[in-house]
């Protein structure tokens, strides 16, 4: 038989507002059809408009109206005729399923959100700010996660301190609670500590009346529930993460909560990894610092005269031609008085006869190029000379290279 080979995946975008917004206003017209098949039951229609400002509220909008409805069915069985009972049972068929339809969509965006999380929390060539990464984890986990308010404590012994607050739609208030938020002290009461020691999310109702839960910020932020999830990163716990649904007044569920734990693995993950790129930004600013100061030590023991009377290296090999000791002994005659040229400055200065830059001596000695200006300095003043054309002629006129 023929092999039959599928198409080519496309790359799912959990993020799609064109995407969301057909899906609501398809929502829209069924919700229509079926609020119109049933006038005198009172149901609410729902808007597009409306969605796009409460976008998890539509899910309670179907669910009151299954229930409204459940209810009248219970209440008039006996006086209903049965067209009327028809049609309010074929009403409920339709608003389960379109409930179901629409549960099932908000599931498969945040599935397809969550698998961007790695991409969304990469950082950039040379970004190992873990600020910048936990501000941009606290955005991401509100689009994604479907949350209003997203708060980011680090663990610091046995305190959780406050690191990240991103409210949507509200920056300055977000930036007021962090700044008066206080460390939270964790004892055997707290809920935290047995979410931390078992290292799983948790989902937080009545926080308000709850010993467990109660404190400065959870009354100063209002929440009449939250999700909670820790962050962990090589085995450890460092941080947590918390959300809750304040502006859209949205229920939360066990969806939400394993939905924001998924992201809490994606962002330890860009932790460790974050953690590891500064390690080795660190690492390669020590070893810069090393050669630079190796460098230095050599360049001081080459320059310094140390009165041994040591003869110069006994060549220099550049594009296979030599430069022998007398070609750097010589030169004491040219200065005409001045101080002779040290080992060095006549290694350059042999470079320089051969018409070779800056860049190229600092190449071939294995120098830096403001050490070779340096030389080059130091050999004009030595000469009596004012630039590398009189340098170059005195030293051949002096007869001390061979060319």
């Known amino acids: 038989m023929p092999i039959e080979m599928a198409s080519a995946p496309r790359t799912a975008r959990g993020d799609d507002p064109a995407g969301r917004r057909r899906q ?49 069915v219970r209440a008039e069985a006996d006086r209903l005729s049965v067209d009327e009972w028809l049609r309010h049972h074929e009403v409920l068929a339709g608003l389960s399923a379109l409930r179901h339809e629409h549960a099932e969509q908000q599931a498969r965006r945040r599935l397809l959100a969550l698998a961007e999380v790695p991409e969304l929390l990469a950082a950039g060539p040379g970004d190992t700010d873990i600020g910048r990464l936990l501000q941009r984890a606290a955005e991401q986990a509100a689009r994604i996660c479907g949350l209003d308010r997203v708060m980011i404590f680090r663990l610091d012994d046995a305190h959780l301190v406050p690191e990240v607050t991103y409210f949507v739609g509200h920056t300055d208030w977000a930036a007021e609670v962090l700044e008066h938020a206080r460390p939270i002290e964790l004892n055997a009461l707290r809920y935290e500590m047995e979410m931390i020691r078992r290292r799983t999310a948790a989902l937080v109702t009545a926080p308000l009346h709850d010993p467990r839960v109660t404190g400065p910020t959870i009354a100063e932020m209002g929440t009449d529930g ?13 941080a947590t993460l ?20 998924v992201f809490a693995k994606g962002l330890g993950q860009a932790l460790e990894r974050t953690a590891l790129m500064d390690r080795l930004q660190a690492q390669r600013d020590a070893v810069r610092r090393l050669v630079r ?34 070609t750097l002994a010589a030169g004491s005659a040219n200065g005409a008085g001045q101080t002779p040229l040290t080992r060095r400055e006549h290694e350059v200065l042999a470079l320089m006869a051969r018409g070779a830059t800056n860049r190229e001596i600092a190449q071939r000695l294995v120098i830096t190029e403001g050490t070779v200006k340096s030389h080059v300095k130091h050999v004009f003043r030595k000469l009596g000379v004012a630039n590398r054309a009189q340098a170059v002629s005195q030293h051949l006129g002096a007869g001390s290279a061979t060319f």
């Open 242 to 261: 918390h959300g809750d649904t304040y502006f859209s007044g949205r229920r939360l569920d066990v969806l939400d909560r394993d939905c924001l734990a």
């Open 226 to 238: 939250f999700v909670s999830v820790p962050v962990v990163v090589g085995g450890s716990v460092v």
């Open 293 to 326: 100061a190796t460098e230095a030590t050599v360049e001081e023991l080459a320059t310094t005269d140390l009165g041994l009377g040591r003869p110069p290296s006994a060549e220099l090999t550049e594009s296979g031609s030599t430069l022998t000791r007398s």
């Open 24 to 72: 609501t206003a398809e929502v829209e017209r069924r919700l229509a059809e079926l609020v119109d098949m049933l006038p005198e039951a009172g149901l609410a229609r729902w808007t597009a408009e409306r969605s796009a400002a409460n976008p998890g509220g539509l899910d309670d909008h179907l669910a009151a109206a299954c229930a409204a409805l459940l209810d009248r």
